[in-house]
């Protein structure tokens, strides 16, 4: 079956710095991609529709200048967080469709960020 | 933005008993899809329901789409500690992206 994988898996930062996180389609193309945001024993929050080869779409709240998406081939999205703070420490989560049929959503395992 | 209520938020219950888990909202679902995740996993797909009415089993969980679509349950029956994790449902409105329930947290007792 269709597999997204995300790197890193988890990553602690300084204050201030900047993280990237990928994701990956393993196995099948995906021109669109969507970034999650999870808080501790929280629900998934949509941050941003990643589109290949155009901008992201972000949500309503979301900063865009904070939150860098970059969907340069049909199989890598990125989402880098820019001078993270500790309040941006969550579990951030890909998805793809493409891989499963049409709006089947596989996901990748996520990436657990912590900013000391 | 539509909003999906899950309830209960959490539930705690001992091996062997069943339990249902409901997804509602105030708008029409295109569709549903029902996932369950790990602690430091992402989710994983159990069911997409489409049909008002729609009833869908898989081994011991059986989920219901309702006739109005607004609305979809989930139920386990004799819950094994294996079932623990976090159920979430997720609602396609139209052609508009997926929108995920407030989630409920399930912990079977040995």
């Known amino acids: 079956g269709a597999v997204v994988s995300q790197h890193p898996s988890w990553v602690i930062c300084k204050s201030g710095t900047s993280v990237k996180i990928e994701c990956r389609s393993l196995d099948f193309q995906a021109t669109t991609m969507f970034w999650y945001r999870q808080f501790p024993k929280q629900s998934l929050m949509l941050m941003a529709t990643?589109?290949?080869?155009?901008?992201?779409?972000?949500e309503q709240g979301v900063e865009k200048d904070k939150f860098l998406i970059n969907h340069a081939s049909l199989t890598l999205s990125t989402l880098t967080v820019t001078s993270a703070h500790p309040e941006d420490s969550s579990f951030y989560i890909c998805?793809?469709?493409?891989?499963?049929?049409?709006?089947?959503?596989?996901f990748g395992a996520g990436s657990r960020l912590t900013v000391l | 933005t539509q909003l999906l209520e899950q309830s209960p938020q959490f539930l705690s219950i001992q091996e062997g008993e069943n339990l249902t888990v409901y997804c509602n909202s105030s708008s029409v679902f295109s569709s549903l899809q029902w996932y369950r995740q790990e602690p430091g996993e992402g989710p994983v797909l159990l069911v997409t329901v489409v049909t008002g009415g729609e009833v869908k089993k898989l081994k011991r969980l059986t989920f219901q789409f309702g006739d109005a679509r607004k609305d979809s349950s989930l139920h386990i029956t004799a819950a094994q500690p294996g079932d623990t994790g976090l159920y979430l449902c997720a609602g396609l409105f139209g052609n508009e992206k997926l929108t995920f329930g407030t989630g409920t947290r399930l912990t079977i007792i040995p």
């Open positions: 990643s589109n290949e080869g155009s901008k992201a779409t972000y």
């Open positions: 998805s793809a469709t493409g891989g499963n049929g049409a709006n089947v959503l596989t």
